[in-house]
């Protein structure tokens, strides 16, 4: 995050998402900061593979699943006519 702070005269505050992507160097004898792209990053941000994709999908739709037919047996079970 990324975000001046109120009355400050353009100063700004760099949060932990923001500045976790860079090589930061603190000059205090100078009062300045230094940013470097990190190099450890992939070229286009976090990039999610085929199988990550297909497990997130497939998991999603398994738990689906589940959470409906333990709805369909608990409805049979307490709302069944005798």
Known sequence: MV???EASNGFYVLGD????????T???DQLTVSLAAA???PK????????????IVFGC???VVLITILTVCIYRKYCKKD
Do not use: E, K, Q
């Open 61 to 63: 739709f398994a738990g």
């Open 3 to 5: 975000g001046p702070i």
């Open 17 to 24: 998402t923001f500045i976790r992507n860079f090589y930061t």
């Open 39 to 41: 190099t450890h990053l």
């Open 44 to 55: 286009y941000g976090n990039i999610i593979s085929g199988w990550d994709l297909f497990g």
């Open 26 to 28: 603190f000059d205090y």
